[in-house]
């Protein structure tokens, strides 16, 4: 079973550019998450899609930020201008609510440097 | 902010039993915790959780005391392959988020 697919897993761009982030759940995973991971820090929740809903983006930056969940499945993460304290991993987790566990599933992980 | 806290940092030797400790004196009744570790580069991976009882599966054991107040992850013959920051999460299953803390950067000796 394939897991959580990223990507790009590495970006450079300079300050003020746009930048994007794709990600592919597990297959019948309900609830896709981003976090982004400073480095030395645990990761920091942006936001979390129920299906097409996001039902928790309180900690993402709205101004320049935003994502998107089209037809429940793949998710984008957009950086719009990005600066240089956006810098970071951005990491994308899929879980299936209503399992057991309700564990999270990461993907590797895409890295951002902003120039 | 995470409900946990754990040591920045442990080390153990190569084929000794590594326990790193977390504490969650707040845990409320309906909350499981959960341990996820993350080798460099990679993202997070789950590893265990429990509610009550002592669980043990192929990677670990955890051990909650009876208060539920803390809780140590075992790994009982740990490899330079189990260098990596472990994370201790508490949270329900009625959709809360994860909340990850700094964790425990444990680094496994030779």
């Known amino acids: 079973e394939a897991g959580v697919v990223q990507s790009p897993r590495y970006k450079i761009i300079e300050k003020k550019q746009p930048v994007a982030f794709w990600c592919n759940p597990i297959?019948?995973?309900?609830?896709l998450y981003w976090y982004l991971q400073n480095l030395g820090q645990g990761p920091e929740l942006l936001i979390r899609?129920?299906?097409?809903?996001?039902?928790?983006d309180s900690q993402l930056p709205k101004d320049r930020f935003s994502a998107e969940r089209l037809k429940g499945v793949d998710s984008t993460l957009k950086i719009q201008p990005a600066e240089l304290g956006d810098s970071a991993v951005y990491l994308c987790?899929?879980?299936?609510?209503?399992?057991?566990?309700?564990?999270?599933?990461f993907g590797e992980g895409s890295r951002l440097t902003v120039l | 902010d995470a409900k946990t806290t754990q040591p920045p940092s442990m080390d153990c030797a190569e084929g000794r039993a590594a326990n790193l400790p977390c504490n969650h004196s707040?845990?409320?009744?309906?909350?499981?915790v959960y341990w996820y570790r993350q080798i460099h580069s990679q993202g997070p991976q789950y590893i265990i959780h429990?509610?009550?009882n002592n669980e043990t599966n192929e990677m670990a054991s955890l051990i909650i005391t009876e208060d539920r107040k803390s809780s140590t992850l075992i790994l009982p013959h740990a490899t330079l392959r189990d260098t990596a920051v472990y994370y201790c999460?508490?949270?329900?299953?009625?959709?809360?988020?994860?909340?990850f803390g700094p964790g425990t950067r444990l680094s496994v000796l030779p």
């Open positions: 987790a899929s879980s299936l609510v209503g399992q057991d566990t309700g564990e999270l599933f």
């Open positions: 707040t845990i409320s009744g309906n909350e499981y």
């Open positions: 999460i508490v949270r329900d299953n009625y959709g809360q988020n994860f909340v």
């Open positions: 899609y129920e299906n097409e809903e996001a039902v928790d």
């Open positions: 429990g509610l009550k």
């Open positions: 297959s019948g995973h309900n609830t």
